[in-house]
């Protein structure tokens, strides 16, 4: 009777010391999003798309773990959009597990870090308003803000100083026979130059399939010339084996996009300009402003379109204000060709 007394008073401590350090380290993360897209190039007077949504979640810090799980709520009318076998149009991903993970962090010795990270997470490295992430995207959607290039996956990582280095092994379904594997270096400097390369290829695929393999090679620059201005971009090559394959074996798996045609390289790039006004004038009108250019040569070969539907350029202007825990973020940029306008707007508001 003495040793559960004894057990029970443990278990309460330890249950006491467990809430303890959550409330010490667990914070509540949220936000509530409104977007509208609308093509000046499209006859229709609507919106070209539109939803709002909401994110929440938690987020748990510590010196030897880091874990997140987000949600992704739409309202019955918003989501994801799939037609029936009657074409009738319905919705899902009401609510979406948009991120799960946990990180577990080993100090080596005083400059050198260890960590495994566990989940489901997203890469968009680039900062760009629009273009970029390469080494994720597919070529055929130009981004708009926050890309979701979501990637289940287990990573192993080390931090150098202010060298961070990741190479994970994603999964693209329940039993891991089609995947990739993804490596990026993030090398920050003392000075203001920030240089990430990455390599990506579905090197999963091929264990027990056959598949053409893609290679995905990106690297992204940000030098900050004054305070208030910087300059940023992307380079990517992205090319796919010439191999003497059986695409009529069973386990024959379709390239991941259907320009990924064997012996064709795309060479994408983007040169960005951010300035950030800190005068107390410019400060109060916008947080930032945005332009940039996009190249991709033979465009029209994504899309398997006839020449001079689309243009090989494409060019972004964002306005981003913050205010309070809200923020404004507005775009004008070009669509199929360059003089076709396209027009973007997003509201978040944050909340803890």
Not at 77 to 98: C, H, P, R, S, W
Not at 257 to 281: R, V
Not at 308 to 332: E, H, L, M, P, R
């Amino acid at each position: 009777m003495k040793f559960r007394k004894i057990a029970v008073a443990a278990l309460a401590m330890s249950i006491s010391a467990f809430a303890g350090d959550l409330t010490d380290n667990m914070a509540l993360k949220g936000n509530v999003q409104t977007q509208a897209t609308k093509s000046i190039a499209d006859d229709d007077n609507n919106f070209s798309s539109g939803w709002i949504r909401a994110n929440i979640g938690g987020q748990y810090k510590s010196e030897n773990l880091d874990g997140t799980i987000m949600l992704r709520i739409f309202a019955p009318e918003f989501g994801n959009k799939v037609k029936d076998g009657d074409g009738k149009v319905t919705y899902y991903d009401k609510i979406l597990a948009d991120l799960y993970w946990v990180n577990y962090k080993w100090a080596l010795n005083e400059n050198n870090q260890m960590n495994l990270k566990i989940g489901r997470w997203k890469t968009d490295w680039s900062q760009s308003t629009n273009f970029g992430t390469y080494v994720d995207k597919d070529l055929t959607k130009r981004g708009l803000w926050m890309r979701d290039y979501s990637h289940n996956a287990v990573e192993l990582g080390w931090k150098s100083g202010l060298n961070q280095l990741n190479a994970m092994v994603a999964a693209k379904n329940g039993t891991a026979n089609q995947g990739y594997v993804r490596i990026e270096d993030d090398m920050k400097f003392t000075f203001p130059l920030e240089v990430k390369v990455a390599y990506r290829a579905n090197l999963v695929d091929v264990v027990q399939n056959t598949a053409y393999v893609t290679h995905r090679l990106a690297a992204y620059a940000s030098y900050e010339f004054l305070p208030i201005l910087r300059a940023y971009g992307e380079y990517a090559c992205i090319y796919t084996q010439d191999d003497d394959l059986d695409t009529g074996a069973d386990n024959y798996l379709a390239p991941e996009s259907k320009y990924f045609q064997p012996g064709i390289y795309y060479q994408p790039f983007y040169l960005g300009l951010d300035f950030a006004p800190d005068s107390k004038i410019l400060s109060t009108i916008m947080s930032h402003l945005m332009v940039e250019w996009e190249y991709i040569n033979k465009r029209d070969n994504l899309y398997g379109a006839p020449k001079g539907t689309y243009d090989d350029w494409a060019w972004t202007v964002a306005y981003v204000k913050s205010i309070g825990k809200s923020k404004i973020q507005f775009s004008v940029y070009s669509e199929n060709e360059l003089s076709d306008v396209g027009l973007a707007f997003r509201l978040t508001s944050t909340i803890k």
